[in-house]
């Protein structure tokens, strides 16, 4: 699997961002896709993911300001992100978990995911 990440930008704070991952090669294994950040001096950490059935999971800090979503036909999944603030500036890595027991208990987490893309920086200035 792999998985190919855009979207990323300087942008003001409180404004928006859009987030696409794209995900190509042997897709069927996969059950859930996320989104992890990682800032400077700073531990890699969960912001959102989405399973195939649809359950989503965000970090609390983004909870109402960002929104995951996906479209099934594209293999794509977006991160639509609302009023950033300064503490949202980091490297966004997208992520993808393969169907096993194992990965739906660790979602938030990254032992969850098999298949990592390549970040996209998202600066948010004030």
């Known amino acids: 699997v792999q998985l190919q990440a855009s979207g990323g930008g300087l942008v003001q704070a409180g404004g928006s961002l859009r987030l696409s991952c794209a995900a190509s090669?042997?897709?069927?294994?996969?059950?859930?896709m996320g989104w992890f950040r990682q800032a400077p001096g700073k531990e890699r950490e969960f912001v959102a993911a989405i399973n195939w059935s649809g359950s989503t999971y965000y970090r609390g800090s983004v909870e109402g300001r960002f929104t995951i979503s996906r479209d099934g036909t594209k293999n794509t999944v977006y991160l639509q992100m609302s009023s950033l603030k300064l503490e949202d500036t980091a490297v966004y890595h997208c992520?993808?978990?393969?169907?096993?027991?194992?990965?739906?208990?660790?979602?938030?987490?990254?032992?969850?995911?098999?298949?990592w893309g390549q970040g996209t920086q998202v600066t948010v200035s004030s």
């Open positions: 992520a993808a978990g393969d169907d096993t027991e194992d990965n739906a208990r660790w979602v938030r987490y990254r032992r969850g995911y098999n298949h």
């Open positions: 090669g042997r897709t069927v294994s996969i059950y859930h």
